[in-house]
Nanobody
Framework: QLQLVESGGGLVQPGGSLTLSCRFS????????IGWFRQAPGKERVAISC????????QYSFSLKERFAISSDNAERTCYLQMTGLEEEDTAIYYC?????????????????WGQGTPVTVSE
């Protein structure tokens, strides 16, 4: 059974940092990619980062690449999204997903399983 479980969201002040975790199971990691998406209130869910199974290929939304970092621990079957310099505009529900191709441009169409999401609120 494919499963992805996010954790690590919460309330943080502007300028702060958070690291989100996505623990995954039930599928062959070497035939997969993991993507992170976010959905702000009233907006569409958008892809923000992805990593290939060998961790050699990572992509970021252009506006976030200086502040966010994706990584994976294959032994722990966990993908991480480190977020620094958080801004109020980063407030959203963050989702991880299993995809069959690591390509940010068409990632949403390649998703085969979503996690339940974890909320991030950036506020004073």
């Amino acid at each position: 059974q494919l499963q992805l479980v996010e954790s690590g969201g919460g309330l943080v002040q502007p300028g702060g940092s958070l690291t989100l975790s996505c623990r995954f199971s039930g599928f062959r990691w070497d035939q997969s990619a993991i993507g992170w998406f976010r959905q702000a209130p009233g907006k569409e869910r958008v892809a923000i980062s992805c990593v290939s199974s060998d961790s050699k290929f990572t992509q970021y939304s252009f506006s976030l690449k200086e502040r966010f970092a994706i990584s994976s621990d294959n032994a722990e079957r966990t993908c991480y999204l480190q977020m620094t310099g958080l801004e109020e505009e980063d407030t959203a529900i963050y989702y991880c997903a299993r995809a069959d191709l690591s390509d940010l441009r068409g990632l949403r169409d390649r998703v085969t399983k979503w996690g339940q999401g974890t909320p991030v609120t950036v506020s004073e």
